[in-house]
């Protein structure tokens, strides 16, 4: 059974710093490349960062490039997403998942998502 489980989200104050994790189960995690997205309420999900299946490449969102970075542990089959100078406009339930086809920020492309994690960034 494929399981991605999110982790990490928390209420917080603008400018400081948040790591969420997503731990993977099920198959051959360093298969798969991986995404985080994020979903504000009454919006659209939207792409946020991906990372290739070895981890050497990644692309991001111009809304958080520059501020997050996402990376991944193969042995732990766990990726990650560090979130420095949060703003208020960062706030939504956090998701992740992999996909087969590398660094695409299409969600129709991913195929499993975690159940999400919320982080709230207040001014």
């Known amino acids: 059974q494929v399981q991605l489980v999110e982790s990490g989200g928390e209420l917080v104050q603008a400018g400081v710093s948040l790591r969420l994790s997503c731990a993977a189960s099920?198959?051959?995690?360093?298969?798969?490349?991986m995404g985080w997205f994020r979903q504000a309420p009454g919006k659209e999900r939207e792409f946020v960062a991906g990372?290739?299946?070895?981890?050497?490449?990644?692309n991001y969102a111009d809304s958080v490039k520059g501020r997050f970075t996402i990376s991944r542990d193969n042995a732990k089959n766990t990726v990650y997403l560090q979130m420095n100078s949060l703003k208020p406009e960062d706030t939504a339930v956090y998701y992740c998942?992999?996909?087969?086809?590398?660094?695409?920020?299409?969600?129709?492309?991913?195929?499993?998502w975690g159940q999400g994690t919320q982080v709230t960034v207040s001014s």
């Open positions: 099920g198959r051959t995690f360093m298969r798969y490349a």
């Open positions: 990372i290739s299946r070895s981890g050497d490449s990644t």
């Open positions: 998942a992999d996909n087969l086809m590398g660094l695409v920020s299409d969600t129709h492309l991913y195929n499993y």
